[in-house]
């Protein structure tokens, strides 16, 4: 069964970055497109960024130019790497297939405020 583990969340000032990773375990990682989510307190969850398996990239208008998603396939993890991170960006970051079909993981919070 999938495991999905995100960390590297905390808190930052307006302005500052953010490398978030996950870990997949329990599948052939490399096959399938990753997406990171999030879901800031009161909303739904929304989907941030995806890469394929083949590492084509697509972006939320929200993120785009700020977030980059790559991916270490000998690893099996997924990366965010956030920079010029605003207060609207204050949410529970989380990992999943790119249809976000799999188990939730825990998540990994960033918040943002000076």
């Known amino acids: 069964q999938v495991q999905l583990v995100e960390s590297g969340g905390g808190l930052v000032q307006p302005g500052g970055s953010l490398r978030l990773s996950c870990a997949a375990s329990g599948i052939i990682f490399s096959i399938y497109a990753m997406g990171w989510y999030r879901q800031a307190p009161g909303k739904q969850r929304e989907l941030v960024a995806t890469i394929g398996s083949g590492g084509r990239t697509n972006y939320a208008d929200s993120v785009k130019g700020r977030f980059t998603i790559s991916r270490d396939n000998a690893k099996n993890t997924v990366y965010l790497q956030m920079n010029s991170l605003k207060p609207e960006d204050t949410a529970v970051y989380y990992c999943?297939?790119?249809?976000?079909?799999?188990?939730w993981g825990k998540g990994t919070l960033v918040t943002v405020s000076s």
């Open positions: 999943n297939a790119g249809s976000g079909s799999w188990p």
